[in-house]
């Protein structure tokens, strides 16, 4: 059993709200971008640029057989799943020296737009 259906394409692809969803996001990253590091500002620009060029960002991936849980599936009845993914989201989470230490750099300072409200807004837009 594998993988029955696999594309990657930008979310324009998949939903007529895709302009709408970065539209509202590249208006919360610009919020306070002006506070972030450079190195921030300059990774923030290079994901904005990809929304610009309707680079694939969503990975649907349909798979035969039954992943959710804790409800399982019915005897004898065939399942496939449908899993969403996302690639190059914009917040990275927090960067380390070693594990164990202090954090070398908080980006959580920095989340302007967070996963959560990244795949909310790709789940919203393939409905």
């Known amino acids: 059993m594998g993988i029955v259906g696999f594309c990657f394409v930008p979310l ?17 990253i610009w919020q306070n971008m002006d506070k972030h590091q450079p190195g921030l500002q300059a990774q923030d620009k290079i994901q904005r640029e990809r929304l610009d060029q309707l680079a694939p960002r969503c990975e ?34 927090t960067i380390t020296k070693a ?22 807004d790709v789940i919203k837009g393939l409905a």
């Not at 959710?68 to 009845?77: A, D, H, V």
């Open 99 to 120: 594990p164990g230490t202090a954090r070398l750099i908080d980006m959580t300072v920095a989340m302007v737009y967070t996963i959560t409200e990244q795949a909310v």
């Open 12 to 28: 324009q692809m998949l939903s007529k709200c895709a302009d709408e969803i970065f539209k509202a996001a590249k208006a919360k």
């Open 60 to 93: 649907m991936i349909h798979f035969p057989g039954f992943l959710s849980r804790p409800n399982l599936p019915k005897e004898g009845k065939k399942d496939i799943m449908v899993l969403s993914l996302m690639n190059h989201w914009f917040s990275r989470g």
